[in-house]
């Protein structure tokens, strides 16, 4: 039974049945491979390569049981600097079986931000995949590291990371023949022989000591504003994040979840791994990074019944020039999250990609991530205009932004979070985790949003990017929802920038669908009468890719920078 708790004010909190799980990763993955243990576990199509859920524990023993012969210990942290592949997801349960905190580091990373990750964490070891595309970890790993040129892998040590005492190379097509590019690197099979001489028994009794509320986690906040920070999170945040998330997909055992988001991200670790892992489904990789048709070609290939992305995903599958000419009738559902979701996107997602059951979700890395979900059941405005309601046993108000306190259902104000899913804090930042965790343990998210009275919340936008244009409060998200409309856009967004007499100015970023050509003011007329004069935007400009995350998010930052560049 459900119960949840309303007041006319700008809160919601829902608890009830099922309960928190309160086991670890590992206890819980081994529950499900006694349940699921001939089922397939993952399937990644670029390696070629199957395995059940029995086939997969052994081979995270085995990655286990060499960690701990290198000596790793709980409580010690590494890093994970690759695409998607089978040791990615090999690393993340060997080091949770262990008690080893996993640091996810962006594959798109070059030599001063992989600096930086590793500092700010201060990993014990490094575990890389050669290359992809134009991305040589190898040789960036050298150049940060010179002592690896002539140290033994075991006696490695280096002055810029003090803390580093391992780096682990493997080659996803042939991990136990990876060949060594330096002395000081330790290649993928020496840890499966190193591990020979450790027990299962050993690492079970590791196991055992491992509380739920122990780090388990450490991923970098995306950088969709800024610098990213490290935030620390636990098994029992993300194992019942995953865990309800697919509650609500209705997952189970049955479900082939495709999988076109990055595992560094939270998207991928914890919505798509453990989500699957945590009821026995079946991981599906259609590429190491996304790329349309080839998600297309292994939705068909493997009858997935799900498949999850940011928008701008579902977009270059659906104008993908051969979508037609693919079968993927075997979807049902999966979760669109990262962005606003346009209404005219939902529909086509759920007409064209027989996606009828898709989610869309909301939340943040700090909150492990996902904080609210709609449901199969609910409309299609209430889809595209709400990001839902809060998973269950989570408290979630809006508060003002200049008092505090909660506000009136329908009112404007900041979304905060309260509940299991925040965060431990960032890693090494006492100072930022007081700003972002008040005392009484609610977690300030930064977005402005609305409540209405069944508990559902709107997105509004961004504290840091609301528009104060002479005095007038401007929300970005209402602007780009309805230059949407418009037929010939295909995607939208909007930013201030500096002004001198008003203050701040609102510009929009305009992606227009292939073949399609337009003029400023021609959208400025197709603005006229339909919203607010002061929110019609000041400047437009025409471009053909947006600067944006790995995992599909727009930077405005960014945006903001290039556009105060070209007009300074």
């Known amino acids: 039974m459900w119960v949840t708790i309303m007041t ?45 859920y029995r086939a997969l524990s052994t081979e995270v023993d085995a990655v286990a049981r060499g960690l701990l012969a290198l000596g790793f210990t709980k409580g010690e942290r590494i890093g994970i600097w690759a695409t998607n592949n089978i040791e990615w997801l090999l690393v993340q349960l060997a080091t949770a079986r262990i008690g080893v905190v996993l640091v996810n580091i962006n594959p798109a990373y070059r030599p001063r931000e992989l600096a930086y990750a590793l500092t700010k964490s201060q990993v014990q070891g490094l575990a890389l995949m050669p290359r992809f595309r134009g991305s040589d970890y190898v040789a960036m790993v050298r150049e940060l590291i010179p002592e690896i040129d002539h140290s033994a892998p075991a006696a490695l040590r280096s002055q810029a990371f003090p803390e580093l005492r391992r780096v682990i190379l493997y080659e996803p097509q042939q991990p136990l023949t990876t060949q060594r590019p330096a002395p000081g690197f330790t290649v993928w099979r020496e840890v499966i022989e190193a591990g020979a001489g450790v027990s299962v028994a050993q690492v079970q009794a ?29 098994h029992h945040n993300i194992l019942n994040n995953a865990w309800f998330s697919a509650q609500a997909m209705h997952f189970s ?41 080839q998600v297309l070609q292994g939705i068909q290939a493997e009858r997935c019944t799900a498949v999850h992305g940011v928008p701008t995903m579902f977009i270059a599958m659906l104008e993908h020039p051969q979508f037609g000419d693919y ?47 709609t449901t199969r059941e609910d409309s299609l405005q209430r889809r ?38 925040v965060m431990l804090g960032y890693y090494g930042d006492m100072a930022a985790t007081a700003k972002a965790i008040d005392a009484s343990h609610w977690l300030h998210s930064g977005d402005l949003g609305t409540m209405d009275a069944e508990g559902y919340v709107s997105i509004t936008g961004r504290l840091k990017e609301m528009i104060i244009r002479g005095g007038e409060n401007i929300y970005p998200r209402e602007i780009e929802d309805f230059l949407f409309t418009h037929p010939k856009v295909a995607a939208v967004a909007v930013f201030g920038v500096p002004d001198a007499f008003y203050g701040e100015e609102v510009v929009a970023w305009i992606q227009l669908h292939e073949g399609e050509s337009a003029t400023e003011q021609e959208l400025r007329d197709y603005c006229q009468g339909n919203i607010a004069h002061f929110k019609i935007p000041r400047h437009m400009q025409f471009v053909t890719v947006f600067p944006m995350t790995v995992t599909g998010k727009v930077q405005k930052f960014r945006m903001r920078e290039l556009y105060l560049e070209q007009h300074a």
């Open 253 to 293: 055992a049955q479900d082939r979840l495709a999988v076109s988001v990055p595992f560094y991200h939270c998207f991928g670790m914890v919505l798509a791994n453990l989500l699957c892992l945590s009821v026995g489904a079946c991981i599906v990789l259609p590429c190491e990074h996304f790329d349309a048709q």
């Open 327 to 373: 079968d993927i009738a075997s979807l049902r559902t999966g979760i669109m999250a990262g962005a606003p979701c346009p209404p005219s996107l939902m529909q086509r997602v759920m007409a064209d990609m027989h996606c009828r059951e898709i989610l869309i979700g909301y939340g943040q890395t700090e909150a492990s991530p996902i904080t609210h979900l």
């Open 206 to 234: 590791v196991s055992a000591t491992l509380d739920r509320d122990d780090a388990i986690n450490i991923q970098y906040t995306s950088g969709t504003t800024g610098f990213p920070k490290a935030v620390l999170l636990t």
């Open 8 to 52: 006319t004010n700008s809160y919601f909190h829902r608890g009830g049945e099922p309960p928190l799980l309160g086991a670890t990763i590992p206890e819980h993955f081994a529950a499900i491979v006694e349940r699921h243990g001939e089922r397939e576990a993952v399937v990644c199509l670029a390696q070629q390569r199957r395995l059940t």
């Open 384 to 421: 595209t205009q709400t990001v839902g309601h809060n998973l269950p046993h989570q408290e979630v108000k809006i508060t003002d932004l200049a008092t505090g306190a909660t506000v009136p259902l329908g009112a404007t104000g900041e979304v905060c979070f309260r509940g299991y899913h």
